[in-house]
Structures are given as structure tokens and as C-alpha cells.
């Protein structure tokens, strides 16, 4: 089956650390993106590519950082850098034709302990 | 600045009513409209697409007005289920990219 699948689902990270949370899509999509959702509010986006070897900054891309070697993998780094990493991380994938829809997978929860 | 505007909610409503929400975004640009549904703790999944003429898919209309820049969905016969934060999202094309903007959601709860 295709699809874009999220690891791991929980994460826990000491302060000071980097993590990198993983996306996978078997989709065949072009673009990806990363988003981050903080309790009650909205999707924000991070980072976004929409080729190998290419990503843009989103709105709040500070403290995190991307690569896009891979078609298929868009992994996400969080950096000790970013002072309040604690949130929901959400990837999609999508074509880049005009009226196609995101696809997410289900989540990482980050956790600062 | 490219946003997407929602009613905050949240909706409380009971079984069996109409509801509707509204989204408003500011970029002239947009190309693509949609409205993805999210339950607690999950990731967003599409309900609908939103095309010019407006559509429909069983107890949901959706309808859009590019000159007021404007998206609404209507859910009539609310079932328990329905309960979720519906999440108006636009897409706009620009320098050869294709950004999904997400509004912040607004949260139903359909009471029995």
C-alpha cells in the first residue's frame, strides 16, 4: 500500500540534544513538507521541498533543518537550537500539480524531558 | 503575508443541525482549496476538495467565492461523528512552488 509513514510516533529528548524524527513516502511525490502543531493551534510550516537536493525555509524554520536526498525521505532535525522543540510534527507529500491534495503521515509527538 | 483565516469555534452543536463554517485567505494567487478534517491527537485527513462552482459530497458542501476570496463548508444533519477541527487549507502557486497554507481549524463538537 502507499503512503508516507512517520518514526518514531513519541519521541523523547533531553535538553541540549539533536533528534531527527523520519518520512518516508512510497507515493512517488514530488514535494515534501513539514509542519509543526502545538496544542490547540493550527499547522505552521517548517521546511518544505519540492525536489531532491532542494528545500525552502518555511515560517518558522529556525532551529530545525532538512535534507532531501531521497525522492522518497524528507527527514527532519531538530536542533538544540530551537528553545521550545516540544510540539506535534506532522510530514505531507504531495504532487506539485495544481489541484492535488496533501497526504500526511500519522505524527511524531516530541516531548522535552 | 499569505494567511488563512477560520472562525475559531468552537461549534456546539446537536445532533441532526446544519452547521457551517467560514475561511477567508489573503492571497489573490491561490490556486487550490480544500478542507481536511483532524481528530485529537491524529493527523489531518482530506474531506473535501473545494472547486469554483462549488461541490458536494453527501451531507457536505463545500462553495467558494474568489472575488470575496472566501471558502465555506456547510454540514447538515450533524452525526456525533462529524465531531472534529475542520482545517481550511489553500494553496498558492508562486515562483514555481506550490505552499499548502492551513488555517488554525475550527473545532466541532456535535452533542447527543
Known amino acids: 500500500d502507499g503512503g508516507i509513514t512517520q518514526s518514531p510516533k513519541y519521541l523523547f529528548r533531553k535538553e541540549g540534544q539533536n533528534v531527527t524524527l523520519s518520512c518516508e513516502q512510497n507515493?512517488?511525490?514530488?514535494?515534501m513538507y513539514w509542519y509543526r502543531q502545538d496544542p490547540g493551534q493550527g499547522l505552521r510550516l517548517i521546511y518544505y521541498s519540492q525536489i531532491v537536493n532542494d528545500f525552502q525555509k518555511g515560517d518558522i524554520a529556525e532551529g530545525y533543518s532538512v535534507s532531501r536526498e531521497k525522492k522518497e525521505s524528507f527527514p527532519l532535525t531538530v536542533t538544540s537550537a530551537q528553545k521550545n522543540p516540544t510540539a506535534f510534527y506532522l510530514c505531507a507529500s504531495s504532487t506539485p500539480s495544481r489541484n492535488t491534495e496533501a497526504f500526511f503521515g500519522q505524527g511524531t509527538r516530541l516531548t522535552v524531558v | 503575508r499569505k494567511e488563512v483565516e477560520q472562525d475559531p469555534g468552537p461549534f456546539n452543536v446537536p445532533e441532526g443541525a446544519t452547521v457551517a463554517f467560514n475561511c477567508t485567505y489573503s492571497?489573490?494567487?491561490?490556486?487550490?482549496f480544500f478542507w481536511y478534517r483532524q481528530d485529537c491527537r491524529k493527523e489531518p485527513k482530506l474531506l473535501m476538495s473545494v472547486y469554483s462552482s462549488g461541490n458536494e459530497d453527501g451531507r457536505f458542501t463545500a462553495q467558494l467565492n474568489r472575488a470575496s476570496q472566501y471558502i465555506s463548508l456547510l454540514i447538515r444533519d450533524s452525526k456525533l461523528s462529524d465531531s472534529a477541527t475542520y482545517l481550511c487549507v489553500v494553496r498558492y502557486s508562486g515562483a514555481g512552488s506550490y505552499q499548502l497554507t492551513f488555517g488554525k481549524g475550527t473545532k466541532l463538537s456535535v452533542i447527543p
Open positions: 492571497n489573490s494567487a491561490s490556486q487550490s
Open positions: 507515493l512517488n511525490h514530488d514535494a
